[in-house]
């Protein structure tokens, strides 16, 4: 663009930007029909006094003197080649001493939406250069349990969530969308490696004018946006499996299930349906028992099966409802109930895992491969379930159970963390403080002084998206985006591949990391695979230099096939599913085979295990948040816009908020065993009766002094979470929810400390 403007992008979208010496002028992407507002968190955020200037080094790390690590440690600041000769002879005497195996490779976060500065993979690529591999982490903390399960059930997760039922199918052809946990616009605003067009809003609106019925299924209303005008069913926390199951019970009942496509396309619906019943435990799970257990009217439950078995039914469940204990149960339960009524498989019909959950659902898939960096191969066996770190380090040797295998948990020496923040994203924030004092050494790249950066021995500043040179790239979005560099470093920051390639020049390996190539000709490289396909289907294939003056690049998509379920429903021979038996599980031999009592080889209403209680009476929702991705950015313009006196802001029912005296604005403190938060007040009929709904991201800020379970005084949920896996299946996050209580904060409110560097010492 003329006048300083260049492409850009992000997980958020595709935008222009320019600096004046100070600050970031956005302007969002002329063709985007609904620009997300967090691009005004990067105006202000480039120059924050919370950037990492200069390489740091834990004084007591140095010294060697045992003191804890913690929030509060001493920095010394230190010349890069002095950090990096340091940090070289560290890494080589760990992988000398315990072996690559004592590595564990921490990368896990949203980093850049660039397909070369992405941190996971530059990490991942240098220790498998370096030392041959190391502890992995697999699956996410978003998806960690419906990872696992979907493909025992239906099929791979990728294939369920992103090419089955797109926004195009649900605004022309669905009449009904069960939307359990619903599907807010704040999380569809968001996918990893950029979004160009924000469509979900608009075809849901679509949708809507037509006469499609949507109903959000969440304890908060807004879990749907006003244009769907849905209808709001505030079911109980955790509940849901409860409610699908009195839904599958009426349309038994009323012999308005469809046996044909139970009999051709499943398998085990014989069992499952005797559990639904009551066949063996003498319990039908009919509407009146669904009805005690979710606080929704037995009537209602009834009116919608009848509903649901009439015209075109899509049955979505959100992320976050497997991000609890039994996390896979709503995940499975919803497939049975979407093949109860007949339709997987039909445009706009059937079941979608996640539609919603982010940006790359219900969108059409690239026809030609993007960009993507090639890590290399990793020689290490070991892993764990990405949201079993804390169990990892202060339990190694231990056994635990995963997806029908008994693994041991590692013995890491040294972390290596580049791209992401364990202390947001993590649960029981005091527990991971115990655990990050395990390891020898950790290391972190960061752009800025998060916890995590604070709890770790050295710390290298890692340049911002915009002072660096990328390609921006998703699977299923139809553009590829010049990502130029709007602004200089800040300070001494350098980019990941620079900072790896020393450190792999310093351990012998340079040429196999950079290939011989730098930062340009690496971009020029990547190109080259996408430039490759869009000639050999003979359409428009710039040079790379021809692509980066225009910035960006128009690519095909797929068509809109509705993926491998609808070529199942074609044809069940052909298009069988990779499943065991080719077929709809709805009873999974595999997994009764697995013998977990959390896990059992149906789909099963397993009652919550936290419940609220006369200490706690509070069910605690913490999930994403709208004025910023996770915790990135946090002190940009946008999500300090939404915090009240710089704090978190969490929303009360006016019924609880009057039963405690809690007022609009108050200071409050959340507590339960596990820890205390501050948050500042916010009254809301959005939020149903004995709910509390405090978002993540908040970055984590103790009070001094405070002892093992400091009070966090800026809002992050995660001292509050408990940290347990799903079920002995995934092992994954539980996150989501918890309980707690909730009083008004009488005392004068601690100052925010948590965008205030560490003072460097000598």
């Not at 709001?232 to 509940?239: F, M």
Request: include cysteine; charged fraction near 20%; charge should be neutral.
């Amino acid at each position: 663009m003329n006048d300083g403007w260049s492409t850009h992008s992000s997980h958020w979208g595709a935008f222009s930007a320019r600096w004046d010496g100070r600050g970031v002028e956005v302007e969002p992407d002329a063709g985007d029909p609904a620009p997300s507002p967090m691009l005004d968190n990067f105006t202000d955020s480039l120059r924050h006094k919370a950037r990492l200037q200069r390489p740091m080094v834990r004084r007591s790390w140095l010294a060697k003197t045992g003191e804890p690590r913690g929030f509060d440690g001493a920095f010394v600041a230190m010349p890069w080649d002095e950090v990096l000769d340091l940090l070289a002879a560290e890494l080589s005497r760990v992988h000398k001493a315990y072996g690559a195996e004592s590595i564990y490779g921490g990368s896990y976060g949203w980093a850049s939406a660039g397909r070369f500065h992405h941190a996971q993979s530059q990490i991942h690529r240098f220790l498998n250069v370096a030392f041959g591999g190391y502890v992995r982490s697999v699956n996410s903390y978003s998806a960690g349990a419906s990872a696992v399960i979907l493909p025992h059930v239906l099929g791979s997760f990728e294939a369920l969530s992103r090419r089955n039922v797109t926004w195009e199918q649900v605004s022309q052809h669905t009449d009904t969308v069960l939307a359990f946990g619903g599907m807010a616009l704040k999380n569809s605003m968001v996918a990893s490696g950029g979004i160009s067009r924000h469509v979900e809003r608009d075809a849901m609106q679509k949708a809507a004018q037509r006469g499609t019925r949507f109903y959000c299924i969440s304890p908060l209303r807004d879990d749907l946006p006003e244009q769907a005008g849905a209808s709001w069913l505030p079911l109980r926390v955790g509940s849901d499996v409860a409610l699908m199951l009195g839904l599958a019970h009426s349309l038994v009942a009323k012999n308005l299930h469809d046996r044909d496509f139970l009999a051709r396309y499943c398998t085990g619906y014989d069992v499952f349906e005797r559990y639904l019943l009551g066949l063996d435990d003498g319990q039908p799970k009919d509407a009146g028992w669904a009805s005690a257990i979710t606080g929704i009217d037995a009537a209602e439950i009834v009116a919608l099966a009848r509903r649901s078995a009439q015209g075109r039914t899509l049955v979505t469940v959100s992320h976050s409802l497997q991000r609890a204990r039994y996390g896979e149960q709503p995940v499975w339960m919803g497939a049975v109930l979407a093949a109860m009524l007949g339709q997987i498989g039909l445009p706009g019909g059937g079941y979608n895992y996640a539609l919603g959950a982010l940006g790359h659902t219900g969108r059409r898939v690239n026809a030609v491969p993007i960009p993507t960096m090639p890590q290399g191969r990793n020689g290490v066996e070991a892993f764990i379930p990405v949201a079993r770190i804390s169990d990892m380090l202060l339990a190694p040797g231990q056994p635990f159970d995963y997806n029908g295998r008994s693994l041991r948990y590692p013995d890491i020496k040294l972390v290596y963390w580049a791209g992401g923040n364990p202390f947001h994203h993590h649960q029981d924030i005091n527990r991971l403080r115990r655990a990050f004092n395990v390891p020898q050494t950790i290391v972190v790249h960061e752009t800025a002084w998060t916890s995590t950066a604070r709890f770790a021995d050295i710390v290298l500043p890692a340049t911002m998206t915009l002072e660096r040179d990328d390609i921006g790239a998703a699977a299923t979005d139809p553009r590829l985006i010049a990502m130029r560099k709007v602004a200089p470093p800040v300070g001494e920051a350098r980019d990941d591949f620079e900072i790896f390639a020393a450190l792999a020049r310093r351990l012998g390996v340079e040429q196999a990391y950079t290939e011989g190539r730098d930062s340009r000709q690496w971009l020029a490289h990547l190109y080259e695979t996408t430039r490759a396909a869009l000639a050999a289907k003979g359409l428009d294939a710039p040079s790379f230099d021809e692509f980066w003056q225009s910035g960006e690049l128009a690519l095909p998509s797929e068509p809109d096939d509705g993926g491998l379920l609808r070529a199942f429903r074609d044809d069940p021979e052909a298009g069988k599913l990779p499943t065991p038996s080719g077929k709809i599980e709805v009873f999974s031999q595999t997994i009764a085979g697995f013998d977990y009592d959390d896990c059992p080889g149906h789909p099963t209403w397993l009652p919550p295990s936290d419940q609220p209680s006369a200490r706690h009476s509070l069910t605690l929702i913490a999930n994403q948040p709208a004025t910023r991705l996770h915790s990135q950015l946090d002190f940009g313009r946008y999500s300090q816009s939404s915090k009240i006196a710089g704090r978190e802001v969490v929303r009360l029912n006016p019924a609880d908020a009057q039963a405690r005296g809690i007022a609009a604005g108050d200071i409050v403190r959340l507590f339960n065993d596990r820890g205390a938060c501050l948050a500042a007040a916010a009254i809301s009929d959005q939020v149903a009766a004995g709910v509390i709904h405090l978002p993540t991201g908040a970055w984590y800020d103790p009070l001094p002094g405070d002892g093992e379970q400091p009070l966090c005084i800026h809002g992050n949920p995660n001292v509050l979470t408990r940290d347990v896996g799903t079920s002995r299946l995934a092992q994954g996050c539980t996150g989501q929810v918890t309980i707690v209580e909730c009083e008004k904060y009488t005392g004068p409110p601690p100052p925010i400390r948590a965008f205030d560097p560490p003072t460097p010492v000598t």
